[in-house]
């Protein structure tokens, strides 16, 4: 495995939310996307559509999740084919507006939740991966779910700082293990006014993984930057563009 980390101040990251009026996570998310498609572009090729990440972490419509809410596991198709980085955030703010709408629907039917947290705690990694390479081997993972490109995860924390053995914590990475089939991992973590991010891939299949976590840290910038362009009621925003988006058009009802 290879491993490359970073961190991005906390206040640019509001910022961006509150110039364009998405979430913290679409910010993550968009983040990440221009990150991937600038390692796309050096490494590799853009691919026309999106790609297919998975997203173990709740998704809410205006705030960020908390450590210790239930537990949600969605696939998210992430704009790299887009080179507009509002556009792309818009993109995503529609994406997760429908995976809340559907996460919502699937709570009501559900008799029972299953909290991030103590799921984690009660989980060895021995026993995980295990679980997965059954899961893998059975044959179950081509009949439910096409394979992940990827992950991303975001474990928003406590706004104080940190401190360990009476230590001020500088730094708080976590490294997701890879799934059968998925070579990369990508994990924030927030931290006092700092956000840390965390890469994770097979070197095999991701070379050059320190350019995808420096990439998120210059995405926020350029998000930053485009904020200051546009700030909070004037010009595009999330909202206003999520309603002229294709994905979000209104369909026939024998469609």
């Known amino acids: ?88 955030l818009a993109n995503l703010h529609t994406a997760t507006e429908r995976l809340n709408a559907i996460r919502g629907r699937s709570n009501e039917n559900a008799s029972s939740t299953v909290d991030l947290a103590t799921m984690v705690s009660l989980t060895p990694p021995s026993v995980a991966r295990l679980g997965m390479r059954v899961y893998t081997r059975s044959g179950l993972r081509r009949q439910l779910k096409p394979i992940c490109h990827g992950s991303v995860s975001y474990v928003p924390s406590a706004s104080s700082l940190a401190y360990c053995a009476g230590a ?17 991992g990508i994990a924030l973590t927030s931290r006092g006014d700092e956000l840390d991010v965390s890469v994770c891939a097979c070197p095999d299949n991701v070379p050059a993984v320190d350019e995808i976590a420096t990439g998120i840290v210059h995405s926020v910038d350029v998000l930053a930057a485009a904020a200051l362009e546009t700030p909070r009621g004037q010009g595009r925003s999330v909202v206003t563009e999520m309603t002229s988006h294709p994905a979000n058009r209104s369909r026939s009802p024998g469609r």
């Open 1 to 88: 495995r290879a491993v490359a980390f970073a961190s991005i101040p906390w206040a640019d990251v509001k910022a961006v939310s509150n110039a364009f009026g998405g979430s913290i996570t679409n910010v993550v998310l968009a983040a990440c996307t221009l990150s991937l498609r600038a390692w796309l572009q050096r490494h590799a090729t853009v691919p026309d559509d999106p790609l297919l990440m998975r997203i173990p972490f709740e998704l809410p419509a205006t705030n960020p999740a908390r450590v210790g809410r239930s537990l949600t596991v969605g696939r998210l198709r992430v704009p790299v084919h887009l080179d507009d980085p509002v556009q792309g």
């Open 168 to 184: 001020k914590v500088v730094g708080m990475h976590t490294v997701t293990p890879l799934a059968d089939g998925s070579g990369l």
